[in-house]
């Protein structure tokens, strides 16, 4: 069975520090793909990167990076310089190729503060 | 481009009432999919569609019935609302599965009183 797990309920930083998410994530499948959204206060939830499982580069896109390890079955996201309009619950999520294999697990979140 | 539309926005609902919550989206998107996410958890699968006329049970589809007539529209029905289906749901779409990203709309409260 497919399964995500994000051990980090809430943190809280000031703005600037850098933070670090965790993800980690159980299948069978060879061929799986990994997601993060962000969910603002404002409830709505927003794509941010998509990863699938031969591409084990490290991603950057400004002050966010991931960082994907199979051997580890992990699949973290930092944010560099935090700000206040950070601050969001964030998931991460696992899909499979196709079927009912092929929809999206969800872990339970991350909330991150950024205090001003 | 308007993506994932819903509607209502919020709603309340007394015990054993009926509802229709609304889902569109102009992509082109094959499949839909209905959410539940309840405080503190992540999002829970209710229903998926991979086309107009075939849908397909999710991890909690228990008091929920969805249709798919057309490729735009996937109505997400509660029959008879129980304090349990209190949640925001999502309704989201994408082109195909796994690899594709999936698209949210902006979610439905519901709280059954």
């Known amino acids: 069975a497919q399964k995500v797990t994000q051990a980090q309920t809430e943190i809280s930083v000031v703005e600037k520090e850098d933070v670090t998410l965790d993800c980690v994530y159980e299948?069978?499948?060879?061929?799986?793909?990994l997601f993060w959204y962000k969910q603002p206060p404002s409830g709505e939830l927003v794509f941010l990167i998509r990863?699938?499982?031969?591409?084990?580069q490290n991603e950057i896109s400004g002050r966010y990076s991931w960082n994907f390890q199979k051997s580890t079955s992990s699949f973290n996201f930092t944010i560099t310089a935090s700000q206040v309009v950070d601050s969001a619950v964030y998931f991460c999520?696992?899909?499979?190729?196709?079927?009912?294999?092929?929809?999206?697990?969800f872990g339970k979140g991350t909330k991150l503060s950024v205090k001003p | 481009n308007a993506g994932v539309t819903q509607t209502p926005k919020f709603r309340i609902l007394k015990i054993g009432q009926s509802m229709t919550l609304q889902c569109a989206q102009d992509?082109?998107?094959?499949?839909m999919y209905w959410y539940r996410q309840d405080p503190g958890m992540g999002l829970k699968l209710i229903y998926y569609?991979?086309?107009?006329?075939?849908?397909d049970k999710g991890e909690v589809p228990n008091g929920y019935n969805v249709s798919r007539s057309t490729t735009e529209d996937f109505p997400l029905r509660l029959e008879l609302a129980a304090p349990s289906q209190t949640s925001v749901y999502f309704c989201?779409?994408?082109?195909?599965?796994?690899?594709?990203?999936?698209?949210f709309g902006p979610g439905t409260r519901l709280t059954v009183l």
């Open positions: 989201a779409s994408s082109y195909s599965q796994g690899a594709n990203t999936q698209y």
């Open positions: 569609s991979v086309g107009a006329g075939i849908t």
């Open positions: 299948t069978r499948d060879t061929t799986y793909y």
């Open positions: 999520a696992l899909s499979g190729r196709g079927g009912s294999q092929g929809n999206l697990i």
């Open positions: 990863r699938n499982s031969f591409d084990e």
């Open positions: 992509m082109n998107h094959n499949y």
